[in-house]
């Protein structure tokens, strides 16, 4: 089991920038593949992006694709999204997720969870 805390959420006026950070412990990071969901009010947990345990391959929900960004550093134990453009419709609680396999866009495949942070954007 791994244990994840997110931070960097917060309330952007549209077009604007946040940064999430997920922090690891727990476990080797570099063998955890890790994704990006949101959950917006009412709505499914989302898949936003997720990279491989090296770092090499990264996945993108189309409607962030060229917007946001996907990082991870294994020395450190932490994996980032970048949110560059943000629109209304990004307003979610965004949650970092581990599995000790190949990155899925399947919430449901992932095994650990941090407790979320909120990501408001204003029009």
């Known amino acids: 089991q791994v244990q994840l805390v997110e931070s960097g959420g917060g309330l952007v006026q549209a077009g604007g920038s946040l940064r999430l950070s997920c922090a690891a412990s727990g476990r080797t990071f570099s063998s955890l593949a890790m994704g990006w969901f949101c959950q917006a009010p009412g709505k499914e947990r989302e898949f936003v992006a997720g990279?491989?345990?090296?770092?090499?391959?990264?996945y993108y929900a189309v409607s962030v694709k060229g917007r946001f960004t996907i990082s991870r550093d294994n020395a450190k134990n932490t994996v980032f999204l970048q949110m560059n453009n943000l629109k209304p419709e990004d307003t979610a609680v965004y949650y970092c997720a581990a599995r000790g396999a190949m990155v899925s866009d399947n919430p449901t495949e992932y095994n650990s969870w941090g407790q979320g942070t909120q990501v408001t954007v204003s029009s």
């Open positions: 990279i491989s345990g090296n770092g090499g391959r990264m």
